[in-house]
């Protein structure tokens, strides 16, 4: 036995080479990127492959297998991954994304995907210019301006007065390239209907406010793709008051589950932004605090003003330190809420509303994966909410938020897995987005330039 063993085991070393495929050659002329001896996350929650290789080409995933069984051209950019996991980019689903300088705050923290739910004249340029890698950020599906209704909050020129009006906006957003349209809260139970009817037409998603016109029931009767902000439900809660903040804080609870339960089965996604909700009147309440955060740095004189606006335009008087209390409770309410549509498996979206007042690009996420988290998901459901489940609310279900040949290589390398510690989303090792690569350096960098700009605009005088 003794002799025998090393040749018993030459031949086992012969058979297996014998059985090996071949490396896959990647060949051709565009050049490749290839992360290596990763840890890989195909998708959150599913299997992880030891030493792996992905590699890139252009703005596709075009090749995942163990290291030894690929074979890289000479020019390759290889990134060693070694003691490192690679993982999907994850979305915030609900960030109206306009100013190019947001950009890099997204892929700071991790974020490879936004959808846009209200567009505008400059949104379609800047996506083109981020697929052409003018501008760094994530890939953005953008609907059109927000349709709405006589009256509007946001003025004159969102407003469709008739059906037919809501129609032709529609056609226009269609024709603009925009993936969706936004039906508001001014609009008509006709013009609602019109919008999904035409949207429909057009192949274009619909997501919506509930208009002050239905309920929320109404609504989700229409099937449309999404509801933001948990909208309308307050009032069919049996919430009492004027303010959607004073009706969350009196919505009946023993109406929670029956409410869940039929969003469930409507399957309209639901993104419930709580940050949006609590943020503005955290701050609002002790300026000095809010305006203390780390991620203020990136906020810039224009920005800043905005939000402070809001404090300005409030009635003589108001007290903030109440209406922050009164939306505490509310905020309780919401998240039982989502604690209900948890347990009736409603389909949801995790989205962040940013810029609204100290709701920061990019930085906002990990707030809201908080709220989840309190709301009792997992790390593993909220990873898949903010990805899979993001891709499928999209119609895209493959072609993100997973990491696998053909896809689009959005990808985190990441110190520390985030299925035991979301947290290590803030700090990615290296981020890629649509195939362009941002090492920590180039974060880095990018976070500088933002930091200065900012800080240049508040050092300038305000404009006469
Ligand atoms: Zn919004």
């Known amino acids: 036995m003794v002799v025998r063993l090393p040749l018993l085991t030459a031949a086992f070393v012969l058979a297996a080479c014998a059985s090996a495929p071949a490396p896959r050659i990647i060949a051709g002329d565009e050049p490749v990127t290839a992360f290596t001896n990763v840890r ?68 700071a923290n991790s974020i490879t995907t936004v959808r846009n739910p209200s567009g505008g004249d400059t949104v379609p340029a800047l996506i083109a210019q981020i697929a052409r890698g003018e501008v760094p950020g994530p890939f953005m599906y953008s609907s059109g301006r ?14 469709a007065e008739t059906v037919e009006a809501v129609r032709t906006r ?21 013009q609602f209907a019109a919008g999904v009817d035409e949207a429909r037409a057009s192949g274009l998603q619909v997501y919506a406010h509930v208009p002050d016109s239905m309920t929320i029931e109404q ?19 049996g919430g009492e008051g004027h303010w959607p903040a004073q009706r969350w804080a009196t919505a009946r609870q023993d109406r929670f589950a029956a409410l869940a339960r039929l969003a469930a089965a409507s399957n309209v996604w639901q993104a419930p932004t709580l940050i949006v909700q609590v943020a503005p009147a955290r701050a609002f309440a002790d300026l000095a605090a809010a305006e203390a955060a780390p991620e203020l740095r990136y906020a810039d004189a224009s920005l ?41 498996n409603a389909p949801l979206l995790i989205g962040t509303d940013t810029p609204n007042p100290y709701v920061m690009y990019g930085f906002s996420i990990h707030e809201e994966f908080g ?26 279900a493959g072609a993100f938020g997973i ?62």
């Open 371 to 396: 709220y989840f988290r309190e709301a009792g998901f997992t790390n593993v459901q909220i990873l898949r909410i903010a990805t899979l489940d993001a891709a499928r609310a999209l119609g895209e």
């Open 40 to 107: 890989l996350i195909t998708e959150y929650g599913g299997e992880r492959l030891g030493h792996h290789t992905v590699v890139v080409r252009g703005d596709r995933i075009i090749a995942i297998a163990p290291d030894r069984r690929i074979a890289l051209p000479d020019d390759a950019l290889v990134i060693d991954g070694a003691g490192r996991l690679l993982a999907p980019g994850i979305a915030d689903m609900h960030a109206h994304f306009q100013d190019p300088g947001a950009g890099p705050l997204f892929l």
């Open 146 to 159: 927000l349709i709405d209704g006589a009256g509007s909050f946001w003025g004159a020129q969102v407003v």
């Open 403 to 464: 990491v696998r040949e053909g896809a689009r290589a959005d990808l985190l390398l990441l110190e520390d897995d985030p299925e035991a510690d979301l947290s290590t989303l803030r700090t990615p090792a290296g981020v890629m987005a649509a195939g362009r690569w941002y090492d920590r350096a180039a974060l880095d960098s990018l976070l500088a330039d933002s930091a200065a700009r900012a800080a240049a605009s508040r050092a300038d005088p305000p404009p006469p």
């Open 170 to 190: 529609v056609r226009e957003d269609a024709a603009a390239g925009y993936h969706a349209i936004k039906l508001y809260n001014r609009l008509t139970p006709d």
């Open 219 to 237: 609504v989700l009767a229409q099937r449309i793709d999404s509801v933001e902000h948990l909208d309308g439900f307050d009032r069919s809660l």
């Open 304 to 344: 800043l003003e905005f939000w402070r606006s809001y404090i300005a335009h409030a009635p003589t008087g108001t007290d903030f330190a109440a209406r922050h209390r009164l939306t505490q409770q509310g905020h309780a309410q919401r998240l039982a809420m989502l604690r209900a549509l948890r347990e009736a």
